[in-house]
């Protein structure tokens, strides 16, 4: 026996105790899908339900049931895992074409444009490469990925925060791989144009992570010419 690791995050790490299943190109739903269905577990709901999964996680824009896809994952987002467990007694199937999908495509038609035009007017320059944004109501992915298809800013990148148990999380979002750096040099990580990363200990309101993210994403100069701020050193003190 030994252990297995499914994911499709990128990773340098190399197994050598566990088996490791790695696509960047699908979602880890479909990957354990994939695996079931070897063992001759699934069925044509299952693979409606994990196609819309694949492509909401993976961000198809391209893909035809993408609008579809955003539905689903806001259903859970807005009713919350549990509760859709409960509701709907571990019968995954039953969620295809779940009456509540109805309400939340309703509440995507109206709240999305609301949040969109709040988002619009509220963006904050951080650095050449990103601007920072927020939208109270509505999809946030959705609307940042609006604001990114109609270049509302010149920085390919918009970073949106999530407050939680005084600790603030940043995500970014950008259309050409442009994400991951910046949240790489913010010490996190993810998908190409979708990462994110955890702000150190002492940043715990929003206000304070616009100036970290000011001085932690522009150049500053120490008389040799531009030099980033070394923020792993800075983490490293905040949070030991």
């Known amino acids: 026996e030994g252990w297995l690791i499914v994911d499709h995050h990128q990773t340098n790490v190399k197994p ?4 490791l299943v790695l696509d960047h190109s699908k979602s880890a739903s479909l990957l354990c899908y994939e695996l079931c269905k070897e063992e001759g577990l699934g069925n044509e709901k299952l693979d409606r339900l994990v196609h819309l999964t694949n492509v909401g996680d993976l961000y198809l824009t391209d893909d035809s049931n993408f609008t579809e896809a955003i539905d689903y994952g806001s259903l859970i987002k807005q009713y919350m895992f549990w509760n859709i467990a409960k509701l709907i007694e571990g019968d995954l199937e039953s969620l295809v074409d779940h009456p509540l999908i109805g309400g939340i495509a309703t509440r995507r038609q109206v709240e999305n ?7 619009k007017a509220h963006i904050t320059p951080i650095s050449d490469t990103v601007a920072m944004t927020e939208s109270p109501i509505g999809d946030t992915n959705a609307v940042v990925h609006q604001l990114l298809e109609e270049k509302v ?11 939680r148990n005084r600790s603030v999380s940043v995500r970014l979002r950008s259309r050409n791989g442009e ?16 990462a994110g990363a955890a702000l150190p200990k002492s ?3 929003v206000a304070d992570a616009v100036d970290y993210l000011i001085k932690a994403l522009n150049p500053i100069d120490d008389g040799d010419g531009p030099a980033g701020l070394n923020t792993e050193a800075l983490f490293e003190n905040v949070q030991n």
């Open 203 to 205: 940043v715990q309101r």
């Open 179 to 194: 994400a991951l750096p910046v949240a790489k040099r913010l010490q996190g990580g993810g998908h190409p144009n979708a």
């Open 16 to 19: 050598q105790h566990a088996q």
């Open 153 to 163: 800013t010149p920085p390919p990148v918009i970073l949106t925060a999530v407050t």
């Open 113 to 119: 444009p609301l949040g969109y035009e709040f988002a």
